[in-house]
């Protein structure tokens, strides 16, 4: 082996410089010769650096241009509990819940409620025979089990309803005919008895909350609620 391959074995740095002893043997004097020279061993180059420009480093996604999902789940809507349906039995005039008329579809226009007794207010008259009605539930404060008031269905619901008076409409005042007196009973309901135009006024002015009962698609009674 060369005193190069040695060099290039040991691993020498890129620019070294060495100074070999060459010895000339004389073969028939024995006389010894010494001759010095320089040599200069390159080490290999070591590997290149990859560039930045490179294919593969060009096509890899950035992370920060990476586009960021969108939520797709929706927040929870809140829905009203669907109460007791409308049925022939009175309802409980201070239920703190909606009646309910499953199977009615509320997308096609205002139409009557089942029949049966409804615990509602009737809002407007559409037009001198067809009243607009909704159903209410009362809400308790504190003091009491008649302390509190009565609610409609929330905004935008569509829960509503309209319906004819029937020309033999009974409706039973909380306040008198006159609306100044207190003709109630022990459930806090109407008693006496008024005319079918004064039932009109009332209910066009839209302040009139009582059990409502619907047969055939007719209003027949009108039972007012004492709410003042």
């Not at 201070?94 to 029949?115: A, I, V, W, Y």
């Amino acid at each position: 082996m060369t005193t190069f391959d040695l060099f290039r074995r040991a691993g020498v740095p890129a620019v070294a410089v060495a100074l070999l002893s060459l010895t000339a043997c004389s073969g028939s004097s024995g006389a010894t010769a010494t001759a010095t020279a320089t040599v200069t061993v390159t080490a290999p180059a070591s590997p290149a650096e990859p560039s930045g420009n490179t294919p593969e480093a060009s096509q890899a996604p950035s992370t920060s241009d990476a586009p960021v999902p969108a939520a797709t789940t929706p927040a929870p809507r809140k829905t009203e509990k669907a109460g007791p349906p409308i049925t022939a039995a009175t309802p409980d005039v201070f239920g703190e819940t909606f009646q309910s008329d499953p199977g009615h579809d509320f997308t096609k226009g205002l139409s009557p409620s089942r029949d049966g007794v409804l615990r509602g207010q009737l809002v407007t008259m559409q037009d001198e025979n067809v009243a607009e009605y909704r159903p209410i539930r009362f809400v308790p404060e504190v003091g009491g089990s008649t302390n509190g008031h009565f609610e409609g269905p929330p905004e935008g619901d569509v829960m509503a309803f309209a319906a004819p008076l029937a020309k033999s409409v009974v409706f039973l005042s909380a306040v008198g005919c006159k609306g100044d007196d207190q003709t109630i009973n022990s459930r806090y309901v109407g008693t006496q008895r008024c005319p079918r135009d004064k039932l009109i006024l009332r209910a066009d002015a839209g302040d009139l909350r009582a059990l409502i009962t619907v047969q055939r698609g007719q209003i027949v009674k009108v039972v007012e609620i004492y709410a003042p």
